[in-house]
C-alpha cells in the first residue's frame, strides 16, 4: 500500500500532539523532528525534507498556533497543506491541443512500464469518449511493437506501426498524419528506452519533439526506484522539458518518497499514477487528495469517483430497499461483489476511508481475485430457488455446493453463516436508523468487531 509506514509514523506524531491540549515551542519542535525522520525513512529527498520542515516550523509556531484552543489541529492543517503544496498544489491535468489532435510523447527507461502506460492511458481517453490513436515508436526492444498491438486489442484502440525498419521520426510524423487523416483526437506515441540515459536515445527523442511538436512530453518512471526515479526524471526534464510524469507501481512502493519529491526537485508535476496491474488502473494525481490519505484523513472525493464510475444507480436504490428489508439473496451479494471489484482492489478501496489504518484488522484484508473466485463459484453452484432463500441449505445440499465449487465442506458453512450474519446485521442497522437518526449503535459495533471476515479471510 503507497505511503503505509510514512502514513503510520505521521499519525502516531499528531496523536501525541493531539493528547498534550495546549502546546509549546518544545512540542512543536519534537513533533517536526520526528516527521524529519518520517520522511527521510519515506526516501523523500533530504533538501525537499530541510525546507519543508523549515516552512511548516515558521508557520506553527506562530501565536495564532500555540495560543489556539485546537493548536494540534491547526499543526496537522498546516503540515496537510504544505504537504499538498510540495507534491504540485493541485492536480495538473492533461493538455488538450485547439487543433487536434493532442500529441502525447511517452518517455522513459527501459523496464518503467512505458508501454503498458501508453494503453492505460489510451483506455482512460477511450473511457473519456475521446477518439485516441497509439503509434508504435519502440523498434529497438523485441516484441515491443506486438505488445502494443495486443494491448490495443485488448483495450479497443487503433495502433499505428511500420514495422521495425523504418526511423521512429518518421513513425511518428507518418502517425501524426494518420490521426489528422482518420480524425482521433489524441496521439500517444511509445517511443524506445534504455537501461541507462544516453547521448543516442536523447538525441532520437528531441528529433521526435522537433517532428512532432507534442503538446505533452510525459515520462513514465518505476515509483518503486524511490530518489533515483527523481534523479532520472531531473536528468530529462533538463534535456526534453518534460510536462509531466507518470508514477507506475505506486500500490507497491509503501514509502512514496518519489512522489513526494519529483514536483519539488524538477518542477515537474506528477500527471498520472499506476495503482495496480490492470489496464484500468491509472488515476490522475490529486496532490491534495495524496496528503489527506498520508495524514488518515482518508480519500472520500476518489472514493466516490469510483462508486460513481463502477455502481449502477438504480441498482444500489434497489439494494438499499433489500438491505432494509432484508429481502438480500445470494444473487444480491453477487452483483455487489462485481460492482465493488469494478472498483479496484478492496485493500486500496478500504484505504481511501478516513482513519482506515487506525480500524482494528483493516490492514490485514487482502482480498485478491482468487478469493473472490471461490465465493462466487460456491454462489454460482447453487439452484435458483436456493440462491433466493438460504434457508433452503440443509447439510445435503451444501455438500453439494461444495463439490460443485471445487471447496470444502466447512468453507461453505462458514460462507453461508457468514452472509447470514450479514443479513441480520443489516436488518438491525437499518432498524436502527430512524427518523432522529442513529441509535443503539453500540451494540452494533460490538457485533461488527466479532468475526466479520471476507470468506476464507
Not at 515551542?25 to 525534507?49: S, T, Y
Not at 485547439?98 to 523496464?111: A, F, K, S, W
Not at 536523447?202 to 510525459?218: F, G, H, N, R, S
Request: with cysteine; charged share 30%; proline share 4%.
Amino acid at each position: 500500500m503507497a505511503f503505509e509506514s510514512l502514513a503510520t509514523r505521521l499519525q502516531k506524531v499528531f496523536s501525541k500532539l493531539r493528547g498534550k491540549g495546549k502546546l509549546t515551542e518544545d512540542d512543536v519542535n519534537e513533533a517536526l523532528r520526528e516527521v524529519r525522520l518520517a520522511l527521510l525513512e519515506a526516501d523523500v529527498n533530504f533538501k525537499v525534507v530541510k525546507e519543508f520542515i523549515a516552512k511548516v516550523k515558521e508557520r506553527a509556531i506562530g501565536q495564532e498556533v500555540l495560543e489556539s484552543f485546537t493548536p494540534a489541529m491547526v499543526v496537522v492543517d498546516i503540515v496537510n497543506k504544505e504537504l499538498t503544496e510540495l507534491m504540485g498544489g493541485t492536480q495538473s491535468k492533461l493538455a488538450r491541443s485547439n487543433r487536434p489532435p493532442t500529441v502525447i510523447l511517452m518517455v522513459g527507461l527501459q523496464g518503467a512500464g512505458k508501454t503498458t502506460a501508453t494503453g492505460k492511458l489510451a483506455k482512460m481517453l477511450l473511457q473519456q469518449n475521446h477518439r485516441p490513436l497509439v503509434a508504435a515508436g519502440d523498434i529497438y526492444r523485441p516484441a515491443a511493437i506486438k505488445q502494443l498491438q495486443v494491448l490495443g486489442e485488448q483495450i479497443k484502440v487503433p495502433v499505428f506501426t511500420m514495422g521495425d525498419q523504418v526511423s521512429p521520426v518518421e513513425i511518428a510524423k507518418n502517425a501524426l498524419q494518420h490521426a489528422k487523416d482518420h480524425g482521433n483526437d489524441y496521439l500517444i506515441i511509445d517511443t524506445a528506452g534504455r537501461l541507462h540515459i544516453d547521448e543516442a536515445l536523447m538525441d532520437e527523442l528531441k528529433q521526435i519533439v522537433d517532428a512532432v511538436k507534442p503538446d505533452e512530453t510525459l515520462l513514465v518512471v518505476d515509483a518503486m526506484t524511490g530518489q533515483e526515479s527523481v534523479n532520472v526524471a531531473e536528468s530529462f526534464h533538463s534535456q526534453l522539458t518534460l510536462t509531466g510524469v507518470v508514477l507506475t507501481k505506486l500500490d507497491s512502493d509503501t514509502r512514496g518518497g518519489a512522489a513526494i519529491s519529483v514536483k519539488a526537485v524538477t518542477g515537474c508535476p506528477i500527471k498520472f499514477v499506476g495503482v495496480g496491474e490492470k489496464m484500468d488502473a491509472l488515476e490522475p494525481f490529486h496532490p491534495e487528495r495524496m496528503a489527506s490519505r498520508i495524514l488518515g484523513m482518508g480519500d472520500m472525493l476518489t472514493l466516490i469517483e469510483k462508486a460513481q464510475e463502477g455502481i449502477d444507480a438504480e441498482k444500489a436504490k434497489e439494494m438499499e430497499r433489500k438491505m432494509r428489508t432484508a429481502e438480500f439473496t445470494f444473487d444480491d451479494f453477487l452483483d455487489q461483489m462485481e460492482q465493488v471489484k469494478k472498483m479496484g482492489p478492496l485493500d486500496q478501496i478500504l484505504d481511501m476511508l478516513p482513519g482506515a489504518n487506525k480500524m482494528k484488522g483493516i490492514k490485514d484484508i487482502k482480498v485478491d481475485d482468487k478469493q473472490m473466485a471461490r465465493v462466487a463459484a460456491i454462489v454460482k453452484s447453487m439452484t435458483k430457488q436456493e440462491r433466493q432463500n438460504p434457508d433452503m441449505l440443509t447439510p445435503s445440499r451444501r455438500k453439494r455446493l461444495a463439490a460443485g465449487s471445487g471447496n470444502s465442506v466447512q468453507d461453505v458453512n462458514r460462507f453461508i453463516k457468514q452472509f447470514d450474519d450479514m443479513r441480520k446485521m443489516m436488518k438491525q442497522f437499518s432498524s436502527m436508523m430512524g427518523p432522529k437518526g442513529p441509535k443503539g449503535l453500540k451494540g452494533l459495533k460490538g457485533k461488527m468487531g466479532k468475526g466479520m471476515k471476507f470468506p476464507f479471510g
